[in-house]
T-cell receptor, first 109, second 112 residues
């Protein structure tokens, strides 16, 4: 099993602050995905990164795939309360989609 | 709304009960998955079906029994569960050749 380590595990910030969360592995992935999960719901895909060094932007969210395709980061600019949730990274070695434990983000007013 | 529907959303069952979880998608996806999500643990892959054939079974106890009668439906049959099986059970599907998973809203299972 290709393990994905996410950090930090928990993060509590105020509205307007910036933050970065990380997803690391010792294995190379052909692609990595980021999902966001709200309480009582299933994860929803945010982005897929495929090319080493790739940077993708989704409004205030910036995703980066490491050059060696072993790690990824998610940066949120000027966080809002609606960004609260569990952020999961995932990689797919074959049929399976393996997930990290996630970063639980709480944004307070 | 991802197009993957799970029923029921909530289920409370005794340890001697038999129940089934249902997952349905009409997205044309050909791979379907069951995941278990417990507190403080990563999403645990339980079963993978591709083209209605089970291709992965991650050492799941036999009290969990999956069924995939066609590419649009997936079931998880439950019997003689333990309290530690209480969790959020998530179904997901993937399109042919795709890497992204589309999840249902999950079934919150409580075993008493």
């Amino acid at each position: 099993t290709q393990l994905l380590e996410q950090s930090p595990q928990f993060l509590s910030i105020q509205e307007g602050e910036n933050l970065t969360v990380y997803c690391n592995s010792s294995s190379v992935f052909s692609s990595l995905q980021w999902y966001r999960q709200e309480p009582g719901e299933g994860p929803v895909l945010l982005v897929t990164v495929v090319t080493g060094g790739e940077v993708k932007k989704l409004k205030r969210l910036t995703f980066q795939f490491g050059d060696a395709r072993k790690d990824s980061s998610l940066h949120i600019t000027a966080a809002q309360t609606g960004d609260t949730g569990l952020y999961l990274c995932a990689g797919a070695p074959g049929y399976a989609l393996n997930f990290g434990k996630g970063t639980s983000l709480l944004v307070t007013p | 709304e991802t197009g993957v529907t799970q029923t029921p959303r909530h289920l409370v069952m005794g340890m001697t009960n038999k129940k089934s979880l249902k997952c349905e998608q009409h997205l044309g996806h050909n791979a379907m998955y069951w995941y278990k999500q417990s507190a403080k643990k990563p999403l645990e892959l339980m079963f993978v079906y591709s083209l209605e054939e089970r291709v992965e079974n991650n050492s799941v106890p036999s009290r969990f029994s999956p069924e995939c009668p066609n590419s649009s439906h997936l079931f998880l049959h439950l019997h003689t569960l333990q309290p530690e099986d209480s969790a959020l059970y998530l179904c997901a599907s993937r399109p042919p050749g795709g890497t992204e998973a589309f999840f249902g809203q999950g079934t919150r299972l409580t075993v008493v």
